[in-house]
């Protein structure tokens, strides 16, 4: 058996939290001009590859609604790997979802970054990442993001990525509803009432600040949009908003909210609060920022 046979590849695809997000626009191809500051967070999915026959893909785990087969972005982003590189997708991929769909923190787009990272090591391609992007790309908006595994200022439809020289790092807590919202409900809502819009603004040039300070300079243009689309999800905001002096802001165009903290006993202490606050199913978590780059996120064993 050659040694590709053999190697098992494991990867973790860790979540984002977007601290800002400016809506600038409507493109001419159909995609919303962006802005966003986002930063990865220890909250992952976990993929096993290895060579196989043939494509095939296992989803395990706790996260309800995730996609299988062909749907999964995992199994399309194997596929197009291996279109990419002139051979046959010869991979079973076992997924174990933690990060829940549909929250906006990116765990689908995560999930087929790691896919196209560890498929570059099992099938030794020796790819860079110029090259691995060029696939990301045409997988989804936020895939190349996860290519970097650094805090990044993502522009145009999310395909400009600018990573951050100075990133922040701390501990949120994250507030997850058992609820769902779709990116399309978000953005139909947005184009519906042409919600007033942020300039483009750079909170990140006051790093390093403290917490709460980073709090107050923090935005998403589509809160509004996302809480006339899920009322839940507006009176969960309305709940924990300015807890304790804390602002609570929403990740991406997903229904997960966050606030920020410098000290992981300070966090801990405001979820126990904010959890006597919220409905039955709400998840709160406190999850810390990782500085990781893609090549601490796989690990290859032999078989």
């Not at 439809?157 to 501990?171: C, L, Q």
């Not at 994250?174 to 409900?185: G, H, K, W, Y």
């Not at 802001?249 to 229904?255: E, I, K, P, V």
């Not at 810390?288 to 893609?294: A, L």
Request: proline share 7%; glycine share 8%; with cysteine.
């Amino acid at each position: 058996m050659d040694t590709m046979a053999r190697q098992m590849i494991h990867c973790r695809a860790p979540g984002k939290v977007n601290l800002t997000l400016a809506i600038l626009g409507c493109r001419d191809d159909g995609f919303h001009e962006l802005e966003s500051w986002i930063v990865p967070i220890d909250w992952c999915d976990r993929l096993e590859l290895c060579q196989a026959e043939g494509l095939s893909l296992r989803v395990i785990g706790e996260a309800e609604g995730a996609p299988i087969g062909s749907e999964n972005l995992v199994w399309q982003a194997a596929d197009a790997m291996a279109q990419a590189a002139g051979r046959e997708p010869n991979v079973a991929i076992t997924l174990e979802k933690t990060i829940p769909s549909g929250t906006g923190l990116g765990g689908g787009s995560s999930d087929a970054a790691a896919t196209l990272l560890g498929l570059n090591r099992l099938w030794e391609l020796g790819w860079s990442t110029e090259q691995l992007r060029a696939v990301a790309e045409a997988l989804g908006s936020d895939v190349p993001l996860f290519l970097t595994g650094q805090s990044a200022v993502v522009r145009g439809r999310g395909e400009r990525i600018e990573p951050m020289p100075t990133a922040w790092h701390g501990w949120f807590v994250l507030i997850v509803p058992p609820f769902r919202l779709s990116t399309e409900a978000v953005y139909r809502q947005w184009s519906r009432t042409a919600e007033m819009k942020h300039a483009p603004a750079a909170p990140w040039t006051a790093l390093p600040c403290p917490s709460a300070s980073l709090l107050d300079k923090l935005f998403n243009d589509l809160e509004p949009a996302a809480f006339r689309a899920e009322p839940r999800l507006a009176l969960l905001h309305t709940a924990v908003n300015g807890l304790r002096g804390r602002a609570v802001r929403m990740t991406g165009s997903g229904t997960a909210l966050f606030t920020l903290f410098d000290d992981p006993t300070e966090a801990e202490s405001w979820r126990r609060a904010a959890a006597a606050l919220v409905p039955a199913g709400t998840v709160l978590r406190v999850i810390s920022t990782i500085p990781n780059h893609p090549s601490d996120l796989i690990d290859v064993c032999g078989g």
